[in-house]
């Protein structure tokens, strides 16, 4: 997982939960501003909020990969022994 590029202070100022202080909150940011701006319409602000997904996406992939990786070092895989690398 990849480490907080916004600070402790401009979340704190943004408002933003405890649960959404992580490594792309440097983008929830920016779209919740736009997101009130706009009263919330659900056709503006697509661009922000594809950014804002793709990153959370690719934080679950990191932490899936991670965890299979771990598993694997265990020797607790969930791959079938012809699937392990």
């Not at 402790?8 to 405890?18: H, I």
């Not at 649960?19 to 736009?34: S, W």
Request: hydrophobic share 30%; charged share 30%.
């Amino acid at each position: 997982m990849s480490a907080p590029e916004a600070t402790q202070q401009e979340m704190k100022e943004a408002r933003l939960d405890l649960a959404f202080r992580d490594g792309c909150a440097h983008l929830l940011i920016p779209l919740n501003q736009c997101r009130r701006s706009t009263l919330y319409m659900p056709f503006k602000c697509t661009d922000e909020r594809h950014t804002y997904e793709k990153c959370q996406y690719d934080e679950y992939i990191k932490r899936v990969k991670l965890m299979m990786r771990k598993k694997q070092e265990d020797g607790n895989s969930p791959l079938a022994p012809w699937q392990r690398a």
